[in-house]
């Protein structure tokens, strides 16, 4: 069967060349005459594999050295809890901005660690646009600032971070991560579950400035103390090993296809020929504030589900498929991460124009 183009949120496509890499590599990885599958996490090939990714990820992003990685498990979701716990340690207060469901799953979680202040929020016209954040608005008694950089189900992004001086902010850049050029400064903490813009589901990526970790409290579960990973360099347990590997492949295929910077050049075009084509139809609109349209997400509606529907089942045909919007919300949503090909937007864009001519 021919390969699809796949929009799906995430798990999301992967690029061509890190499959056929992880293929090349199944049986035999490197000569060990084993699959990294099959492979102890503490063998010298496994921790080349781990070592080179974490060094990739470094050099990609120019993680400064006062910052740790880590690669744990338990998905974004256990991050909403882990960051409480390690770092609503001093006043037990912080703020958040609430942009959407995992927003606010986050604010749920860290409600019950301490006093949560929603500083700003977009509630009020359905996560439509992303608030402005101003200096003023971060309490001066929170231990942390916490944002989600894209939401991945609404398709809005923050387009200016706030200045939070020394307050940490910490970052869910789940849908977003090395889609746009960041400064790792501006952040105390920033996660990311992997299975969008990093590789596949398992691994979840975190980048905590050193003076954050080693603060929570003696009774915390080992697993759930970041200092655990930090001083264990993520190998405290068994690794998800695989997918680890996975990500290596996938930043190897980021650098050689010019780095973070290029990729950002190559989401915005790819963003703009989308959103183009959904504002000049007939039937379709994205009901994202333009000035803070997602990236990687693009959300449009044509207001009539089953027309959504006709529109999922015809793209399906067509070999553009997993389109249609989030289970909470409906209407239709493109995830158009990294691994994107400029091509499979161009055809998802042409068949948005035939569609709109045949049902407007
Ligand atoms: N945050 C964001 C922005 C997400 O998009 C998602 C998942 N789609 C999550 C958190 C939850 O991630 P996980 O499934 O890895 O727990």
Redesign the pocket.
């Known amino acids: 069967m021919d390969r699809v183009y796949n929009f799906a949120?995430?798990p999301a496509a992967l690029p061509l060349e890190v499959l056929l890499k992880a293929q090349e590599q199944m049986l035999n990885y490197n000569g060990s005459g084993m699959s990294v599958l099959e492979m102890s996490h503490r063998s010298s090939a496994y921790l080349s594999i781990i070592e080179k990714t974490e060094a990739d990820l470094r050099e990609i992003m120019n993680i400064p050295k006062n910052y740790d990685v880590l690669f744990l498990q338990?998905?974004?979701?256990?991050?909403?809890a882990m960051v409480p716990m390690n770092l609503m340690v001093n006043n037990k207060k912080a703020d958040y901005i609430n942009t959407?469901?995992?927003?606010s799953?986050?604010i749920k979680e860290a409600k019950k660690f301490g006093t949560v202040n929603v500083i700003a929020s977009s509630e009020d016209k359905n996560f439509s646009y992303f608030p402005v954040i101003t200096d003023d608005m971060i309490s001066k008694d929170a231990d942390y600032v916490h944002i989600?950089?894209?939401?991945?189900?609404y398709g809005t992004k923050c387009g200016v971070f706030p200045k939070t001086a020394n307050i940490p902010l910490v970052a869910?850049?789940?849908?977003?991560i090395m889609s746009e050029v960041i400064d790792v400064n501006d952040f105390g903490l920033i996660y990311?579950?992997?299975?969008?813009n990093l590789g596949p589901?398992g691994v979840?990526l975190v980048i905590i400035r050193n003076d954050l970790s080693g603060k929570a409290p003696s009774n915390t579960p080992v697993m759930l103390d970041y200092k655990t990973h930090v001083e264990k360099g993520s190998m405290h347990n068994t690794p998800p090993a695989y997918a680890i590997y996975i990500m290596g492949l996938v930043l190897q295929w980021v650098k050689d296809n010019g780095g973070v910077p290029e990729m950002e050049k190559r989401n915005k075009e790819k963003a703009k020929i989308l959103y183009d084509v959904i504002d000049n139809s007939k039937l379709f609109s994205a009901p994202a504030k333009k000035e803070d349209r997602s990236l990687m997400n693009v959300v449009f509606v044509t207001g009539n589900p089953d027309t959504d529907k006709k529109f999922v089942n015809q793209a399906k045909a067509k070999g553009l498929v997993t389109l249609a919007g989030h289970r909470s919300v409906g209407g239709l949503r493109a995830s158009i991460y990294n691994a994107m090909t400029l091509e499979g937007v161009k055809t998802l864009a042409d068949f948005i124009e035939k569609f709109d001519a045949e049902n407007s």
Do not use: Y
């Open positions: 949120s995430g338990g998905g974004a979701s256990l991050q909403f959407g469901v995992w927003s799953s986050a989600t950089s894209n939401n991945t189900i869910d850049m789940s849908s977003n990311a579950g992997a299975q969008k589901a979840t």
